[in-house]
Structures are given as C-alpha cells and as structure tokens.
C-alpha cells in the first residue's frame, strides 16, 4: 500500500529514465519499446490521479491520517458509511465502518479522518481470495419457494 503522492513521485522518476531511453534510443525497436512504456507509465499516473481526486466509497482501501480514537495509520477497507448520531443536528457528519484485517468487526471513525490509498496488486488478490474463502465457507442457503 502505497499514498497516491508517494506513488506518483516514483512513476515521474520512471517517466524521466523513460524519456531518457527515448532519446537516446538506437534503432526504432528500442525507440517504440521505450515509447509504449512511457505512455503506459503515463496513463497509470492519470489513473492515479483521477482516483487520488474523488471520495472515498465502500469498498476502498484507506488509512486514518486524523482522529484520536482509532490509532493512526491504521489502514481497512471502507464497509460501511453512515449519518453520525453525535454532535448538534444542524451539522451532518459522516462516519465509516472500516474493515481491519487481524481484527473481529468494523473499526469506527469519522468519514473526515480517512484519506484514500491505493492498495499493491498483491494486496487486492489477498482480499479477493479471503472473500472468495469466506463465501465458501457461508454459502447462502437455499431458497425455499
């Protein structure tokens, strides 16, 4: 897991050695190598930004950067985002119910205390597959009609 800025810092360093291999590329094989890479590389840091810019929403993986209850740097998929009963009415405030692996039930926090990440390849195939064990484990039951 990765913050989007620490991710798009590396992926610039890329674009630089990539626009390097471009210019100084000796037959066009290595030219158009180094130029589907770079746009490849390109698009990924687009990608990222998009998904840096928007909301968090069920189903993402994020870290709680803000908070005093929950400990920081805590980092949980998003399960469950609700209307919050405390403070005045006048005010709406958001929280969210976080997924933590190595822990039973949902962490709660405020919606505002979360910032987005963007999770490695291989942690996304870990989630899928402790999802994927879990539907094994409880089937839904048979409807009876």
């Known amino acids: 897991m990765k913050r989007p800025s620490d991710l798009i810092a590396a992926l610039r360093a890329d674009l630089i050695t990539l626009s390097a291999a471009i210019t100084?590329?000796?037959?066009?094989d290595e030219y158009d190598a180094a130029q589907a890479a770079h746009c490849e590389v390109s698009d990924r840091i687009e990608a990222?930004?998009?998904?840096?810019?928007?909301n968090p929403d069920k189903g993402d993986m994020v870290?709680?950067?803000?908070g005093r209850k929950v400990p920081l740097g805590t980092v949980g998929w998003i399960?469950?985002?609700g209307?919050?009963?405390y403070g005045p009415r006048n005010r709406r405030e958001f929280r969210v119910g976080l997924s933590v692996p190595g822990q039973s039930g949902l962490v709660y926090t405020s919606y505002n205390n979360v910032d987005l990440v963007i999770p490695d390849p291989e942690e996304i195939a870990e989630r899928r597959r402790s999802?994927?064990?879990w539907k094994a484990a409880n089937p839904?039951?048979?409807r009876i009609y």
């Open 83 to 85: 209307e919050s009963s």
């Open 79 to 81: 399960c469950w985002i």
């Open 48 to 54: 990222i930004s998009v998904t840096w810019g928007r």
């Open 63 to 66: 870290e709680v950067t803000r």
């Open 131 to 133: 999802v994927a064990e």
């Open 24 to 28: 100084t590329a000796s037959n066009p």
């Open 140 to 142: 839904l039951p048979k």
